[in-house]
């Protein structure tokens, strides 16, 4: 079954630490790839995605992932995180099957940074 | 655009009673999904309708949950009779079918005592 892997569940950090969270996934087809944001108390936004081209793609907020196809691999890093980055991060895959337009979504990671 | 819009943001009912939650999608998306979210579960995909139609209701936790889609702008969720284990956020999504990713609501929070 296809699924996706966030590596860690909680992550806390100091600021200006660097930052990178795992994300694996389990199809071996064509794939889009996506990573949220749930900001406390709020819903879902998207942070970034890629569909095709440069496999390193910039978000907002000065976040950016890269695509290791050989790896199955679509982490997100920042160099640098702020308090405000405190929030859970959801990475997607939307494999192209007959349900194309499903997105799976991995567990979540819940990132804190303190001052 | 003025995004997915879900109704209503806060919902507190007693055990037993009918629940019904609602969604307006993206003008265009073709699309919809439900969604609920519980600190112990995660986010799980209770149901998705692509032009109006339901494509895949494994998600539905039982026969108290049932969804409907009677036109491209407007779904419902209910639950009937509802329980205390229902208590939850739940979020609507919609997206077009190029697959280019979930506009998510933001969400009802339902809580049955």
């Known amino acids: 079954a296809q699924s996706v892997s966030q590596h860690n569940h909680h992550v806390i950090l100091s600021e200006a630490a660097s930052l990178e969270l795992g994300c694996n996934y389990s199809?071996?087809?064509?794939?889009?790839l996506f990573w949220y944001v749930q900001y406390p108390g709020q819903h879902l936004q998207l942070l970034l995605k890629?569909?095709?081209?440069?496999?390193l793609v910039k978000g907002i907020k000065g976040f950016e992932a890269e695509f290791i196809k050989s790896k199955f691999s679509f982490n997100l890093r920042k160099p640098s995180v702020q308090w405000s980055d405190t929030a859970e991060y959801f990475c997607?895959?939307?494999?192209?099957?007959?349900?194309?337009?499903?997105?799976?979504f991995g567990a979540g990671t819940r990132l804190a940074v303190h001052p | 655009d003025a995004g997915v819009i879900q109704s209503p943001r806060h919902e507190v009912t007693e055990m037993g009673q009918e629940v019904t939650l609602r969604c307006k999608p993206i003008?265009?998306?073709?699309?919809l999904f439900w969604y609920r979210q519980t600190m112990m579960r995660g986010l799980e995909l209770l149901i998705y309708f692509n032009n109006n139609v339901p494509i895949d209701d494994s998600g539905m936790p039982e026969d108290r949950f049932s969804a409907k889609m009677p036109n491209a702008s407007f779904s419902t969720l209910k639950i009937q009779p509802s329980e205390p284990r229902d208590s939850a956020v739940y979020f609507c999504?919609?997206?077009?079918?190029?697959?280019?990713?979930?506009?998510f609501g933001s969400g009802t929070r339902l809580t049955v005592v």
């Open positions: 003008s265009g998306h073709d699309y």
């Open positions: 890629y569909f095709s081209g440069d496999p």
């Open positions: 999504a919609s997206s077009s079918s190029r697959g280019y990713g979930y506009t």
């Open positions: 199809y071996g087809g064509t794939v889009n």
């Open positions: 997607a895959v939307c494999p192209f099957s007959g349900g194309y337009n499903k997105l799976i």
